[in-house]
């Protein structure tokens, strides 16, 4: 945006004297505004109105969105430093699964309890979760099926057990494997609940370390 001052004589007024007149001017992406001082103003006051309205609605939006998630980062920084655990197991449970981005974390209490009145190791239930399912990430949806229980029909056709929430699915799990394997966990637990003919030969190692980074 250009602005430019004129003087210059004006001889159509009636008489013999010239009259000196001032035209003001403005350019604008190359529009050129001849005018009164007033007019341009008002021009100028309009367009940085203008330009408020578009700008200054944007930067608060901004503004707003990188409060709200200062804040959520704030409370959730919080609410991990406030949860305590009465078990010291549920808390490396916890801590194991969150790591892991597992929905599975907040039942760590459950997983825990669960085990104990099944008789098997607490690392077991969230252990088998890790390999079977990226510990409850990549699951048939609405299944809360973490790992890899299957139903069989009357046809004896199979297929992936449905649980109504997570909280069931820990709580049959865990049963599962206090009724069919007791203290023979993971080292023969691949030859009924994942025979090699379906798993990869890696099963057993794989959830054994995983119950040994929990521990």
Same mark, same amino acid.
């Given at each position: 945006?250009?602005?430019?001052?004129?003087?210059?004589?004006?001889?159509?007024?009636?008489?013999?004297?010239?009259?000196?007149?001032? *035209?003001?001017?403005? %350019?604008?992406?190359?529009? %050129?505004?001849? %005018?009164?001082?007033?007019?341009?103003?008002?021009? *100028?006051?309009?367009?940085?109105?203008?330009?408020?309205?578009?700008?200054?609605?944007?930067?608060?939006?901004?503004?707003?969105?990188?409060?709200?998630?200062?804040?959520?980062?704030?409370?959730?920084?919080?609410?991990?430093?406030?949860?305590?655990?009465?078990?010291?197991?549920?808390?490396?449970?916890?801590? $194991?699964?969150?790591?892991?981005?597992?929905?599975?974390?907040?039942?760590?209490?459950?997983?825990?309890?669960?085990?104990?009145?099944?008789?098997?190791?607490?690392?077991?239930?969230?252990?088998?979760?890790?390999?079977?399912? %990226? $510990?409850?990430?990549?699951?048939?949806?609405?299944?809360?099926?973490?790992?890899?229980?299957?139903?069989?029909?009357?046809?004896?056709?199979?297929?992936?057990?449905?649980?109504?929430?997570?909280?069931?699915?820990? *709580?049959?799990?865990?049963?599962?494997?206090?009724?069919?394997?007791?203290?023979?966990?993971?080292?023969?637990?691949?030859?009924?609940?994942?025979?090699? $003919?379906?798993?990869?030969?890696?099963?057993?190692?794989? *959830?054994?370390? $995983?119950?040994?980074?929990?521990?």
């Amino acid at each position: 945006m250009k602005y430019e001052s004129l003087t210059y004589f004006d001889l159509n007024k009636a008489g013999t004297n010239q009259h000196k007149r001032h *035209v003001h001017s403005m %350019t604008i992406m190359g529009i %050129t505004l001849k %005018t009164s001082s007033w007019v341009l103003i008002a021009i *100028v006051l309009t367009l940085l109105a203008i330009a408020s309205m578009i700008i200054l609605p944007h930067k608060w939006k901004d503004e707003q969105i990188a409060r709200l998630e200062s804040g959520f980062k704030v409370y959730a920084a919080i609410e991990e430093r406030e949860r305590t655990f009465s078990d010291s197991r549920a808390e490396k449970v916890y801590k $194991f699964l969150k790591e892991h981005n597992s929905p599975l974390a907040q039942y760590a209490e459950l997983i825990v309890s669960e085990a104990d009145i099944n008789g098997i190791p607490y690392t077991l239930v969230p252990a088998i979760a890790g390999k079977e399912s %990226t $510990f409850g990430r990549h699951i048939k949806p609405g299944s809360h099926n973490a790992w890899g229980v299957m139903a069989w029909d009357k046809a004896g056709n199979r297929s992936i057990r449905v649980f109504n929430s997570w909280q069931e699915g820990i *709580v049959f799990e865990a049963k599962l494997l206090g009724d069919n394997y007791m203290t023979d966990m993971v080292g023969g637990i691949q030859t009924r609940y994942c025979p090699s $003919f379906e798993c990869s030969n890696t099963w057993t190692n794989d *959830v054994t370390g $995983f119950a040994e980074e929990m521990k």
